[in-house]
């Protein structure tokens, strides 16, 4: 289990990604519309303006169940490990188990 604290440092993150992807989206459109090289520059200073913590980079996925944030399934939602688990459990429909 992960600590709530990251957890909840994710959540901000995405919640911050939320607020300022407008901004971001439209500077963006802006540099590709604008030819001059000095109007790039200042578009590219309001780019970074937002707190660094709203980039889209900085979001991390994370399992549902477990908060773990490595080997996640995007599909399912799940860490590797919770997944193995709930198809062995039959809990996943449609999803086969592998065995050797």
Not at 1 to 28: D, G, N, T, W
Not at 59 to 71: D, I, M, N, W
Request: aromatic share 8%; net charge positive.
């Amino acid at each position: 289990m992960a600590k709530k604290s990251l957890i909840q440092r994710e959540k901000k993150r995405q919640k911050l990604e939320q607020k300022y992807h407008l901004i971001r989206r439209s500077s963006k459109e802006e540099i590709s519309k604008v030819r001059s090289l000095s109007d790039k520059w200042e578009i590219y200073g309001k780019l970074q303006s937002p707190p660094r913590n709203s980039a889209p980079t900085r979001l991390h996925r994370r399992c549902f169940s477990t908060g773990r944030p490595r080997a996640n399934y995007r599909d399912f939602g799940l860490s590797g490990h919770i997944l193995r688990e709930m198809v062995h459990a039959c809990l996943l429909p449609g999803a086969t188990r592998s065995s050797w």
